[in-house]
């Protein structure tokens, strides 16, 4: 059969299954499928088991304290993030290993090894507190992909400060929204970001914010460029390498209860306001080091892991930074773009540093399709043993594409599920037992009880539905910052207090496998990037020519979903000259790039229900070409035919 006919096939969703190869299951220390029924018996002595190779300084007495949806793990246990990702390997003999090869975009490349980053760690630890920086501080972090990334947000751990990190592709305004809710003292940064081989001078855009914090004291600014012009105000701005020069090497990790707060990670929610997610220190540790662990058959001496994402997502959080520093691994810590200075850059570091794990998302894996085979093909491959999927649901077409062309067909695909909200990941395959069907994130982590229910929290047993999760696991969120009520309302509330409510749509099948469908609040998945419609409308409004908006995610073939922007504006309907640009801008302005709308559409009015509330389902069905279902509940059905026929009008 033809290749692409074969591909085809599968898309069509002819049950293609792959099983465990051979010689992965024969070297995996986790291939014996009674794991999931030991877990299954007893959860919280499975979690446990997995607590017990952390290093506590003082051991807990409660596993589980469980009062819906208040979860504490590990209670009287005391411990550090930053004694386990780095003092504790380094005192086994294995200072020397190399935590991170660190590449620039821009050419140069570094080893960083334990020892080392524990010495840049302590260093800074020791400035923060310089700074008056106390245990329950928040520090906000807006930094590129380099090494003093992991450094700043370990030597929080150590100390007990809270980090807050903001990736450092969204608006100096965001980061100035986030710094402000959560009170944050200091702002650690860099003089430059790059952007396709040319440094960004981001400490400029800090400028622009900085002076209206009150709380913050502090910038703190790594010199990523000795060539960008850094204006530096005295009392205020600090340079990371004179006060870490300054600083005392020795800063022991502070002892720390098991439920203090480690990080703060802000979210996009159904609101325009983002959700700050809480995690703290014992349970996230357990859960991510377990998950790395296991999901990725991890041989800690002779693997080499590359998480393809941002430190600035929880992906970065968990699978660059805690989960593989916590169990002594080595990792790729790439700064900069796929196709920078070509489209071969992934491939050229695979082949170089021989990475024999690689976990990205399906819209990057579909921009290599695109630009095509022989950009992989150009490369040695061969050191790739096993291959990882994240952020939003993989196309069958995508997963075969990589088990192929970057695979060699001997590599597992794990396609991990889970969220911001989650901690770590939480339907996944184990690349030693699970068989996998592609585009199915398969079962549960042993230990975790998910289910499809209907719109009545009934069990779908075979069929489509809502995703909940019915048991505690470590790594869950434990609160929403400063919005205890909000946490519940929006994820403990619709089934029952006990239940979460992912806010994901899935399919089950007779195998018991997870098809997750896609989100079921007005979040839209962009690249596996999460962004809320509201925010984006809110910022098109804040414009002053735009009367009214409605955003809605369109299925988009590259990037999952798509942003369209239906737009009103005031005085005359028509799009004056270079408008759309403008507002792109301005939402890049409000939000950040990755907000931009794809597409933004004017019309003279919105459809609306004869209450004027506008039928955003309806604008989805028409950014996507759908017929539209009954419109008989519009105000004014003219509406939606003049918005069909214009979009309609620009597609040809
Ligand atoms: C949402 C969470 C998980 C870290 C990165 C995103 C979607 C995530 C998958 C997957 C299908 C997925 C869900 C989820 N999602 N992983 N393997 N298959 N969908 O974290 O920004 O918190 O977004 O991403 O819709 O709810 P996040």
Same mark, same amino acid.
């Given at each position: 059969?033809?290749?692409?006919?074969?591909?085809?096939?599968?898309?069509?969703?002819?049950?293609?299954?792959?099983?465990?190869?051979?010689? !992965?299951?024969?070297?995996?220390?986790?291939?014996?499928?009674?794991?999931?029924?030991?877990?299954?018996?007893?959860?919280?002595?499975?979690?446990?088991?997995?607590?017990?190779?952390?290093?506590? !300084?003082?051991?807990?007495?409660?596993?589980?304290?469980?009062?819906?949806?208040?979860?504490?793990?590990?209670?009287?246990?005391?411990?550090?993030?930053?004694?386990?990702?780095?003092?504790?390997?380094?005192?086994?003999?294995?200072?020397?290993?190399?935590?991170?090869?660190?590449?620039?975009?821009?050419?140069?490349?570094?080893?960083?090894?334990?020892?080392?980053?524990?010495?840049?760690?302590?260093?800074?630890?020791?400035?923060?507190?310089?700074?008056?920086?106390?245990?329950?501080?928040?520090?906000?972090?807006?930094?590129?992909?380099?090494?003093?990334?992991?450094?700043?947000?370990?030597?929080?751990?150590?100390?007990?400060?809270?980090?807050?990190?903001?990736?450092?592709?969204?608006?100096?305004?965001?980061?100035?929204?986030?710094?402000?809710?959560?009170?944050?003292?200091?702002?650690?940064?860099?003089?430059?970001?790059?952007?396709?081989?040319?440094?960004?001078?981001?400490?400029?855009?800090?400028?622009?914010?900085?002076?209206?914090?009150?709380?913050?004291?502090?910038?703190?600014?790594?010199?990523?460029?000795?060539?960008?012009?850094?204006?530096?105000?005295?009392?205020?701005?600090?340079?990371?390498?004179?006060?870490?020069?300054?600083?005392?090497?020795?800063?022991?990790?502070?002892?720390?209860?098991?439920?203090?707060?480690?990080?703060?990670?802000?979210?996009?929610?159904?609101?325009?306001?983002?959700?700050?997610?809480?995690?703290?220190?014992?349970?996230?540790?357990?859960?991510?080091?377990?998950?790395?662990?296991?999901?990725?058959?991890?041989?800690?001496?002779?693997?080499?892991?590359?998480?393809?994402?941002?430190?600035?997502?929880?992906?970065?959080?968990?699978?660059?930074?805690?989960?593989?520093?916590?169990?002594?691994?080595?990792?790729?810590?790439?700064?900069?773009?796929?196709?920078?200075?070509?489209?071969?850059?992934?491939?050229?570091?695979?082949?170089?540093?021989?990475?024999?794990?690689?976990?990205?998302?399906?819209?990057?894996?579909?921009?290599?399709?695109?630009?095509?085979?022989?950009?992989?093909?150009?490369?040695?491959?061969?050191?790739?043993?096993?291959?990882?999927?994240?952020?939003?649901?993989?196309?069958?077409?995508?997963?075969?594409?990589?088990?192929?062309?970057?695979?060699?067909?001997?590599?597992?695909?794990?396609?991990?599920?889970?969220?911001?909200?989650?901690?770590?990941?939480?339907?996944?395959?184990?690349?030693?037992?699970?068989?996998?069907?592609?585009?199915?994130?398969?079962?549960?982590?042993?230990?975790?009880?998910?289910?499809?229910?209907?719109?009545?929290?009934?069990?779908?047993?075979?069929?489509?539905?809502?995703?909940?999760?019915?048991?505690?696991?470590?790594?869950?969120?434990?609160?929403?910052?400063?919005?205890?009520?909000?946490?519940?309302?929006?994820?403990?509330?619709?089934?029952?207090?006990?239940?979460?409510?992912?806010?994901?749509?899935?399919?089950?099948?007779?195998?018991?496998?997870?098809?997750?469908?896609?989100?079921?609040?007005?979040?839209?998945?962009?690249?596996?990037?999460?962004?809320?419609?509201?925010?984006?409308?809110?910022?098109?409004?804040?414009?002053?020519?735009?009367?009214?908006?409605?955003?809605?995610?369109?299925?988009?073939?590259?990037?999952?979903?798509?942003?369209?922007?239906?737009?009103?504006?005031?005085?005359?309907?028509?799009?004056?000259?270079?408008?759309?640009?403008?507002?792109?801008?301005?939402?890049?302005?409000?939000?950040?790039?990755?907000?931009?709308?794809?597409?933004?559409?004017?019309?003279?009015?919105?459809?609306?229900?004869?209450?004027?509330?506008?039928?955003?389902?309806?604008?989805?069905?028409?950014?996507?070409?759908?017929?539209?279902?009954?419109?008989?509940?519009?105000?004014?059905?003219?509406?939606?035919?003049?918005?069909?026929?214009?979009?309609?009008?620009?597609?040809?």
């Amino acid at each position: 059969m033809a290749e692409e006919q074969k591909d085809l096939e599968v898309l069509l969703g002819s049950e293609e299954r792959f099983a465990p190869p051979e010689e !992965f299951v024969k070297a995996s220390e986790y291939s014996e499928a009674a794991i999931y029924d030991q877990a299954e018996r007893d959860f919280e002595g499975w979690w446990e088991s997995w607590a017990e190779k952390l290093d506590w !300084f003082e051991k807990w007495e409660t596993t589980l304290e469980w009062n819906p949806p208040w979860a504490k793990w590990f209670q009287e246990g005391k411990l550090n993030a930053s004694h386990n990702c780095l003092d504790r390997h380094v005192e086994a003999g294995n200072g020397d290993r190399v935590a991170y090869h660190w590449i620039a975009e821009d050419g140069p490349t570094r080893d960083v090894t334990y020892a080392d980053l524990l010495d840049m760690t302590k260093r800074f630890a020791s400035a923060l507190k310089g700074l008056g920086v106390e245990k329950g501080d928040v520090v906000g972090i807006y930094m590129p992909m380099i090494p003093e990334t992991p450094a700043a947000i370990l030597a929080c751990a150590r100390i007990g400060a809270v980090h807050n990190v903001v990736f450092g592709g969204f608006s100096p305004q965001s980061v100035k929204e986030r710094m402000e809710v959560s009170d944050a003292k200091v702002l650690v940064t860099a003089n430059a970001n790059m952007r396709r081989g040319k440094p960004i001078s981001m400490k400029t855009e800090v400028d622009k914010i900085a002076g209206e914090l009150p709380e913050l004291k502090h910038v703190v600014v790594v010199e990523r460029r000795e060539d960008v012009e850094t204006p530096m105000q005295s009392g205020r701005d600090l340079w990371w390498h004179e006060i870490c020069e300054q600083a005392d090497g020795d800063c022991p990790a502070e002892p720390l209860d098991a439920e203090h707060p480690l990080f703060i990670l802000y979210t996009s929610g159904s609101t325009a306001k983002p959700k700050g997610i809480l995690h703290t220190t014992g349970g996230y540790l357990t859960g991510v080091s377990a998950t790395h662990r296991m999901v990725f058959d991890l041989k800690p001496e002779s693997d080499v892991f590359w998480c393809a994402a941002d430190i600035g997502w929880v992906t970065g959080h968990s699978y660059i930074v805690y989960g593989p520093l916590a169990n002594g691994a080595t990792s790729v810590l790439y700064e900069g773009a796929p196709d920078y200075p070509d489209k071969d850059r992934w491939w050229e570091i695979v082949e170089r540093y021989k990475v024999t794990t690689l976990y990205t998302a399906p819209t990057a894996i579909r921009a290599c399709m695109k630009w095509g085979r022989e950009h992989p093909e150009k490369h040695d491959l061969s050191s790739l043993r096993l291959l990882g999927s994240v952020g939003e649901p993989i196309n069958p077409r995508a997963w075969v594409w990589y088990h192929k062309v970057i695979g060699g067909e001997r590599c597992p695909i794990v396609d991990t599920w889970w969220q911001t909200e989650t901690g770590h990941m939480m339907i996944t395959p184990l690349p030693a037992i699970t068989e996998t069907k592609p585009g199915s994130a398969t079962r549960p982590f042993p230990g975790v009880d998910a289910q499809v229910v209907d719109k009545h929290g009934e069990k779908v047993e075979e069929g489509g539905g809502f995703l909940t999760l019915r048991r505690p696991w470590p790594g869950m969120a434990r609160t929403l910052f400063g919005e205890d009520e909000r946490f519940v309302e929006t994820y403990w509330s619709k089934y029952g207090p006990d239940i979460y409510d992912v806010g994901d749509a899935s399919k089950v099948d007779s195998d018991g496998y997870f098809w997750i469908v896609g989100r079921t609040d007005d979040v839209i998945n962009v690249s596996g990037h999460r962004m809320s419609t509201m925010e984006i409308e809110s910022a098109c409004v804040s414009h002053e020519r735009v009367a009214e908006t409605a955003v809605v995610g369109a299925a988009d073939e590259d990037t999952g979903q798509a942003i369209v922007a239906f737009v009103t504006l005031d005085g005359t309907g028509e799009e004056p000259e270079g408008f759309t640009e403008e507002l792109r801008a301005h939402v890049a302005e409000k939000i950040g790039k990755l907000a931009r709308p794809k597409r933004i559409i004017y019309a003279d009015d919105l459809p609306k229900t004869r209450s004027g509330k506008i039928m955003r389902r309806l604008l989805k069905d028409i950014a996507e070409g759908r017929e539209l279902g009954d419109v008989t509940t519009l105000r004014d059905p003219s509406v939606t035919e003049k918005i069909k026929e214009k979009m309609a009008a620009e597609s040809d």
